[in-house]
């Protein structure tokens, strides 16, 4: 990794934790989530930044896998636990980061802490030589301490410019054997902790997109669309609400896209036991003595 593109991780990851903190400070009971939402990412774009994702708010039972869109009228209510996961780029270098909020009350706290911990002891593993079974192996064991269940089929992920899932997956439960982190690696940590089953799944729209291929269409607007979106996220997710600053009639063409097999959307991922769900993430560049962490 050469200094400049060190700089640019780095400063992905300082707005990335800024955005994170400026948004949880916005969430409160009957406030908006899609207020919140383009708040937050107008601060992202006002600081230099550009999205790396849809913000995203995933409350409760669900666990990852939600943004609001244009037409969204939910509200934070007393009680929820909401996971913030915020993600950010600069010139394609990303910082990815999340918290979790229990909103005025204080039944989960146990469990956020749990998200928590389990994370930081993940970072104290976390070096290059380590292979990924062994932070597994260390985020299980936190989380079965305070009574809790690690999300089994959602993990950590390896980072590349442009690049949010580049092929390492970085679990939350034991395994044995899987890739070895190596020094300039750049990595995503988040446990996802709780008190239901485990896994997480379903097929409700996220309202967060991916552009699956580029091909020819007959209607001239949604391809002009296609190609804007090829260009502004260089394939990256995007949301249905960003696309309004494209086309006034975006969401018809990102339906005919979606029917031609060009776009795809990301499921919401619900808890499949019901249960209740908390997250914690920061940015890791791997190195050879340790980590630093880039959304501290």
Do not use: C
């Amino acid at each position: 990794m050469n200094p400049d593109e060190k700089i640019k991780w780095e400063a992905a990851g300082k707005l990335a934790r800024e955005a994170l903190h400026f948004g949880k400070a916005l969430i409160k009971d009957g406030k908006k989530m899609l207020n919140v939402t383009e708040k937050i990412e107008g601060y992202v774009k006002e600081n230099g930044g550009k999205l790396a994702f849809p913000t995203n708010l995933a409350v409760n039972n669900v666990g990852a896998h939600w943004t609001p869109s244009t037409k969204s009228k939910d509200v934070f209510k007393r009680g929820d636990v909401v996971k913030l996961d915020v993600g950010v780029h600069i010139d394609g270098y990303i910082g990815d980061n999340a918290l979790t909020i229990e909103v005025e009350t204080n039944e989960y706290s146990k469990m956020i802490e749990a998200s928590r911990e389990a994370l930081n002891v993940a970072i104290d593993v976390a070096a290059a030589g380590v292979n990924v079974g062994i932070i597994g192996h260390a985020v299980q064991d936190k989380i079965e301490q305070y009574g809790y269940r690690p999300i089994a089929n959602l993990t950590g992920h390896r980072i590349k410019r442009y690049n949010l899932h580049s092929g390492i997956s970085i679990p939350s439960i034991r395994e044995r054997g899987g890739p070895v982190l190596t020094s300039g690696d750049i990595v995503a940590i988040e446990p996802f902790v709780t008190d239901g089953a485990g896994r997480v799944g379903g097929k409700r729209n996220s309202n967060i997109y991916h552009l699956r291929q580029i091909r020819k269409i007959r209607d001239e607007k949604a391809t002009k669309l296609m190609i804007e979106i090829r260009d502004r996220y260089n394939g990256l997710p995007f949301a249905e609400r960003w696309l309004h600053e494209i086309q006034d009639d975006a969401t018809k063409n990102l339906q005919k896209l979606m029917r031609a097999g060009v776009v795809s959307y990301y499921p919401v991922l619900d808890e499949l036991g019901n249960g209740i769900v908390a997250q914690s993430e920061h940015t890791l560049l791997i190195t050879n003595s340790g980590n630093e962490v880039l959304t501290k």
